[in-house]
C-alpha cells in the first residue's frame, strides 16, 4: 500500500487529499484498489438524500465499467460514517406512488453496491446507523474503527430500515437479535457488533490498512449465525417468535398509536425466510408508512429535538461542576454530569445524604460504563461534605429544598468562595428566580438549570433568565447544558416556568378526579390511552408529591388565574412521608424494584376524562406563549415531548391542538369551564390563533 493511501485512511482530514472530489463523494485510486469517501457537502454529519445517492450511481458505472480489485467505502466527516436518510425529504409527503418511486431509486443504488463482482468494504468509524448501516451491509466486510456504533433507529421515527437493511441484517446475524435492534432503535458499539456478527473486524485507526488488507486476502472468516439462529428464519419459527414480539412490544409502543414495530414484525413473519422476498417487501412497507399521521409527526419530533439542541451549540468552558444539596434531584444531576466526562463535587450537610447519592452515582455508573471508563466515572463524582470545591468550580448549582430563606443563606455562602467568573445557578421548581436573585452581589451571573426526574431519561432542562441575568452566565448555562447530552429550552422567569406550569393542572385535575371518588388506576388508564407514557397518578408518586404539593401551592399563589383544589389528604401524605416512588408509598404502594402495585381497572376510561386532564394542559400553554414565557409553540411542544414524555406520536400538545382544531379546544374548555368552574376558562390565544 502506498505512502499516500495510508494516510487517505485517516479521517482527519480526508477532505483535500489525494483523489478526485465531486459534490459529495471523493475517489482515490490506490493501485488496483478504489477508495469512495462519503463527505456529504455543507454538512458536519454524513446523511444519505437524493443527490448523494445519484452521485453515487455515476461512481458504480464507473466501477462496473474499471478493472478493480476491490471497492473500500469510507467517510471524511470526523463524526463517522452515516446518520443515515436526511429526513427534510421525508416531511410532508404524500402520494404512495411517488414515495415508491423515490424508495425504489435508493435501493437500486444500494443493490448495485451489493452486486458488484469485486469485493467491497466498507470501513466505518463513529455513527454508522440507519443508511449508514444499510450501505454497510451491502459490502462483503464491515472493518469497524473501535469507536463506531452500529444501529438502526428508524423506529423512533415511525419507520423501519427501508434500503435493505431488515433483510440483510436478519440473514446476516442471528434474526431475533437482528428484530430486537429495530425494534428497540438501539446502537451497538463496535465490540458488541463483532460479537452479533454485524462486523468482521474492530481495529484502532493505526491498524485499519492492515485490516483491509486482511480481509480482502481472505484471512478473515465472515462469522454466520449459526444453524440454531438459522432455524428461527424458518417460517413456524418466525410465526411463534413473531406472536412474542408483538406482545412485548404492545407493552412499550400499543399497536393503537404506532405502527413501525408491528410493520417491521409482519415483515419479518411473512417474508424473513428469503432475502430477496424481503428485501422487495421491505420497500413496499417503508413506503406505506412514511405519509402516515404518526410517522409524520414523529419525524416532527426529530427535528424540534434538533431545535432544542441547537440552543446548546457550542462549549460552555465548564469543567467542574459543584452541586449544593444531595437529595434525588443533586445526586442524579450530579451522577450524570460525572457520566459526561465532568469533575463534580456535590455537597451536604448531611453526610448520610452524601452516601446515598454516592451508591445511587455507582449504580448509573455501572448501568451505563464497564472498566476503566467505570473507575474514571467513579473517581470524578466526589463527595464534598465541607463544600471546599465552590473555590475552584466553574459552575455552582443549587439543589436545596424550596425554601427561599434556606437558599438566600446558601447563596451567601457561596457567593464569598466562588470563582469571580463562576455562573451560578439553582435548580428550583417552583420558586421566583428574580425574588432569590435579591441580595446576590452578582445578579448577572445567577440563572436557573431546571432539571426533571429522573435526569437520565427526560432530556428536558429547562434553563432560566431572571431580570438581571447576565448573557454570559445565560449562554454558559445553555451550553453546559449541551455539554451533558441534555437539551435546553430558553425560557423567562415566570411561575412554574413552562413545563410545571402545564403539568400541574393536569395532574391537578388528576387528583381532584380521585378526590370525587374515580379509581386512580382509571384516570391513569385514560392518559395512557391518549398516549401517555404512565398516567398522572403515577406520574405524580414519579416526581414526588412533595414537589408536587410545592409546586402547586406556588402556583395557586402566584399565578392570576384558578388552579385546582389542593386536596387535604395529598397534604397528609407529604406530612406522612408519603412522598410517591422514592419512599416507597404515595398515590401507590411500590415493590422492591420501584414498580406500582395497581388494581385491575375496573370500568374503561372514556374520552372525555381525556379532555378533563389534557385541556388545561394546552391552555396553560398557550397562556405561556402569549405572555413570552416561551418562545413559540414548536418550543413549547419539544419541552412537552423531551421533558414530560407527552404522547410523541401526537407530535407535541400544541401541534395535537391544531391538528384537532383550535376552535374545538376553545369550545370544549369553555364547556369544561360550565361543569367544573372557571380555571377551564380558555385563553385569549385560542381566539387569536383561529384567527
Avoid at 416531511?91 to 425504489?104: F, R, S, T
Avoid at 409553540?633 to 414530560?644: Q, R
Wanted: contains cysteine; glycine residues 8%.
Amino acid at each position: 500500500m502506498t505512502k499516500s493511501a495510508k494516510k487517505f485512511l485517516s479521517p482527519a482530514p480526508l477532505t483535500g487529499t489525494t483523489g478526485t472530489r465531486g459534490i459529495h463523494w471523493i475517489k482515490h485510486e490506490d493501485g488496483k484498489r478504489l477508495w469512495l469517501v462519503l463527505d456529504r457537502a455543507a454538512v458536519a454529519v454524513n446523511t444519505f438524500n437524493e443527490p448523494v445517492f445519484r452521485e453515487l450511481d455515476a461512481l458504480l458505472d464507473e466501477v462496473e465499467a474499471g478493472d478493480w480489485e476491490a471497492v473500500i467505502f469510507r467517510s471524511a466527516k470526523q463524526s463517522g460514517f452515516a446518520a443515515g436518510a436526511d429526513l427534510n425529504q421525508f416531511k410532508g409527503l404524500k402520494g404512495n406512488a411517488e414515495i415508491k418511486a423515490k424508495v425504489d431509486e435508493a435501493n437500486a443504488v444500494v443493490d448495485r453496491v451489493a452486486a458488484l463482482d469485486v469485493p467491497t468494504v466498507c470501513v466505518a468509524h463513529g455513527i454508522c446507523v440507519g443508511g449508514g448501516l444499510e450501505l454497510a451491509l451491502a459490502c462483503d466486510f464491515i472493518v469497524a474503527r473501535d469507536d463506531a456504533s452500529f444501529g438502526f433507529p428508524e423506529v423512533l421515527v415511525g419507520l423501519h430500515p427501508g434500503l435493505g437493511g431488515t433483510a440483510r441484517l436478519t440473514h446476516r446475524i442471528a434474526p431475533v437479535e437482528a428484530m430486537k435492534m429495530m425494534l428497540t432503535g438501539r446502537t451497538q458499539k463496535a465490540k458488541k457488533a463483532k460479537r452479533l456478527g454485524i462486523v468482521d473486524l474492530v481495529v484502532p485507526e493505526r491498524d485499519v490498512a492492515n485490516a483491509v488488507d486482511a480481509v480482502l486476502s481472505g484471512k478473515v472468516e465472515r462469522k454466520t449465525p449459526g444453524a440454531m439462529a438459522g432455524a428461527t428464519n424458518l417460517y413456524p419459527a418466525r410465526v411463534a417468535i413473531a406472536r412474542q414480539m408483538r406482545a412485548e412490544t404492545e407493552k412499550q409502543a400499543p399497536s393503537d398509536h404506532y405502527d413501525s414495530p408491528y410493520a417491521l414484525i409482519d415483515l419479518w413473519e411473512d417474508h424473513g425466510g428469503s432475502l430477496s422476498d424481503m428485501l422487495e417487501a421491505e420497500r413496499e412497507s417503508f413506503a406505506n408508512l412514511l405519509p402516515t399521521q404518526t410517522t409524520q409527526n414523529l419525524i416532527r419530533v426529530f427535528f424540534l429535538r434538533e431545535r432544542l439542541k441547537a440552543n446548546g451549540k457550542g462549549k460552555s468552558g465548564v469543567k467542574h461542576l459543584h452541586v449544593v444539596g444531595a437529595g434525588t434531584m443533586g445526586a442524579e444531576i450530579g451522577a450524570w454530569a460525572a457520566l459526561q466526562g465532568m469533575t463534580v463535587t456535590i455537597s451536604d450537610p448531611f453526610t448520610e445524604a452524601l452516601g446515598k447519592a454516592v451508591k445511587s452515582a455507582n449504580k448509573l455508573f455501572k448501568r451505563k460504563l464497564d472498566g476503566p471508563d467505570l473507575l474514571a466515572a467513579q473517581d470524578r463524582f466526589i463527595p464534598d461534605p465541607k463544600g471546599d470545591g465552590v473555590v475552584s468550580a466553574d459552575l455552582v448549582l443549587e439543589a436545596a429544598p424550596e425554601k427561599v430563606a434556606l437558599k438566600h443563606k446558601i447563596y451567601e455562602g457561596l457567593e464569598a468562595k466562588m470563582k469571580p467568573d463562576a455562573v451560578l445557578a439553582t435548580n428550583t421548581s417552583s420558586l421566583d428566580l428574580n425574588e432569590l436573585a435579591r441580595g446576590l452581589k452578582k445578579p448577572e451571573r445567577f440563572v436557573g438549570i431546571h432539571f426533571f426526574n429522573p435526569v437520565s431519561r427526560l432530556e428536558l432542562v429547562e434553563v432560566v433568565k431572571q431580570a438581571k441575568s447576565g448573557d454570559a452566565a445565560y449562554e454558559t448555562a445553555l451550553k453546559f447544558v449541551g455539554d451533558i447530552s441534555r437539551q435546553p429550552l430558553p425560557v423567562k422567569a415566570s411561575p412554574g416556568f413552562l413545563v410545571n406550569r402545564a403539568l400541574m393542572p393536569y395532574l391537578g385535575e388528576a387528583l381532584l378526579m380521585i378526590d370525587e371518588g374515580e379509581q386512580k388506576e382509571r384516570i391513569d388508564a385514560a392518559a395512557e390511552d391518549f398516549g401517555m407514557p404512565m398516567g398522572p397518578a403515577e406520574l405524580a408518586d414519579q416526581v414526588g408529591l412533595d414537589i408536587c404539593l410545592a409546586v402547586a401551592e406556588s402556583l395557586a399563589r402566584d399565578l392570576d388565574r384558578p388552579m385546582p383544589e389542593i386536596p387535604q389528604w395529598l397534604r397528609d401524605k407529604v406530612a406522612a412521608g408519603e412522598l410517591g416512588r422514592k419512599t416507597g408509598k404515595g398515590l401507590y404502594d411500590y415493590d422492591s424494584d420501584g414498580k406500582p402495585k395497581k388494581a385491575k381497572v375496573k370500568q374503561p376510561p372514556t374520552a372525555a376524562m381525556q379532555d378533563r386532564m389534557v385541556l388545561p394542559m394546552l391552555d396553560a400553554i398557550a397562556r405561556c406563549l402569549d405572555s413570552g414565557v416561551v418562545e413559540d409553540a414548536d418550543s413549547a411542544d419539544a419541552a412537552m415531548i423531551f421533558g414530560t414524555g407527552f404522547a410523541p406520536f401526537r407530535g407535541g400538545p400544541m401541534h395535537y391542538a391544531r391538528d384537532r382544531g383550535y376552535t374545538d379546544v376553545r369550545m370544549t374548555l369553555s364547556s369544561l369551564a360550565e361543569r367544573h368552574g372557571e380555571r377551564f376558562e380558555p385563553s385569549a390565544w385560542w381566539r387569536k390563533a383561529e384567527g
